[in-house]
């Protein structure tokens, strides 16, 4: 069975590791602050100024004043830290971030992303989307395998304008785990109950599988 978006956060929630600084992109990224794994402490930072940042708040409880940079209302745990957005690219371009979560429309086997714009589509802009993939060396992608019309969004080439080239590292969909590497998507996880064949059938970029290949646990 293909995962939930929540599901998906789960997953990605255990590649986290104790002490590591954190930054989540819009959308799918933002649930990982949900699942943190216990016996590890680590910081989210939120490009809009943030670091310490909690799991979403309880119904009733939002502050309007705390955001992250989607704009959705979150919690800030003890010790947590508000600040400008200079201070916080400053943390981001001078790497002291282990690892970057972020959404995507698209992404190629060589590693390049794209998750700003549509042509033909208004967008506010690519917001700090180009400094994250431009600065940390750690980049795990949570995306749909396909778009709405069934169509692979796991290419050979990124079809839409470009965030970032040959930077991400690994992928989890609601089908997969591939590891980018060798200008090659290598399967590592399925989804339980998804089999290689669904995934090879919904991955136009060219998929490794070597071996057996384990079920995720969420």
Same mark, same amino acid.
């Given at each position: +069975?293909?995962?939930?978006?929540?599901?998906?956060?789960?997953r990605i929630?255990?590649?986290?590791?104790?002490?590591?600084?954190?930054?989540?992109?819009?959308g799918?990224?933002?649930?990982?602050?949900?699942y943190?794994?216990?016996?590890?402490?680590?910081?989210?930072?939120?490009e809009?100024?943030?670091?310490?940042?909690?799991?979403?708040?309880?119904?009733?409880? !939002?502050?309007?004043?705390l955001?992250?940079?989607?704009k959705?209302?979150?919690? /800030?745990?003890?010790?947590?830290?508000?600040?400008?957005?200079?201070?916080?690219?400053?943390?981001?371009?001078?790497?002291?971030?282990?690892?970057?979560?972020?959404?995507? +429309?698209?992404?190629?086997?060589?590693?390049?992303?794209?998750?700003?714009?549509?042509?033909?589509?208004?967008v506010?802009?690519?917001?700090g989307?180009?400094?994250?993939?431009?600065?940390?060396?750690?980049?795990i992608?949570?995306?749909?395998?396909?778009?709405?019309?069934?169509?692979?969004?796991?290419?050979?080439?990124?079809?839409?304008p470009?965030?970032?080239?040959?930077? /991400?590292?690994? /992928?989890?969909?609601?089908?997969?785990?591939?590891?980018?590497?060798?200008?090659?998507?290598?399967?590592?996880e399925?989804a339980?109950?998804?089999?290689? !064949?669904?995934?090879?059938?919904?991955?136009?970029?060219?998929?490794?599988?070597?071996?057996?290949?384990?079920? +995720?646990?969420?």
């Amino acid at each position: +069975m293909a995962l939930s978006k929540q599901q998906i956060a789960q997953r990605i929630a255990k590649e986290l590791q104790d002490k590591w600084y954190v930054n989540l992109g819009i959308g799918i990224p933002t649930l990982v602050a949900n699942y943190i794994p216990e016996g590890i402490e680590v910081e989210f930072q939120s490009e809009n100024g943030l670091l310490g940042m909690g799991p979403f708040p309880i119904e009733g409880t !939002e502050d309007a004043d705390l955001i992250n940079a989607g704009k959705q209302t979150v919690t /800030v745990l003890d010790g947590g830290s508000i600040f400008d957005s200079a201070t916080s690219f400053s943390m981001i371009r001078g790497k002291h971030v282990q690892l970057t979560v972020l959404g995507a +429309m698209e992404v190629a086997q060589n590693g390049d992303i794209a998750n700003w714009k549509i042509p033909g589509k208004m967008v506010k802009g690519m917001g700090g989307a180009m400094d994250l993939v431009a600065s940390a060396d750690n980049i795990i992608v949570a995306m749909m395998h396909t778009n709405k019309r069934g169509e692979s969004k796991i290419l050979k080439e990124c079809s839409l304008p470009l965030t970032g080239v040959g930077c /991400v590292t690994k /992928v989890v969909t609601n089908l997969a785990v591939l590891e980018v590497k060798d200008n090659a998507f290598h399967l590592i996880e399925r989804a339980p109950g998804v089999s290689i !064949e669904e995934i090879q059938n919904a991955t136009q970029g060219t998929l490794i599988v070597n071996g057996e290949i384990p079920e +995720m646990i969420i």
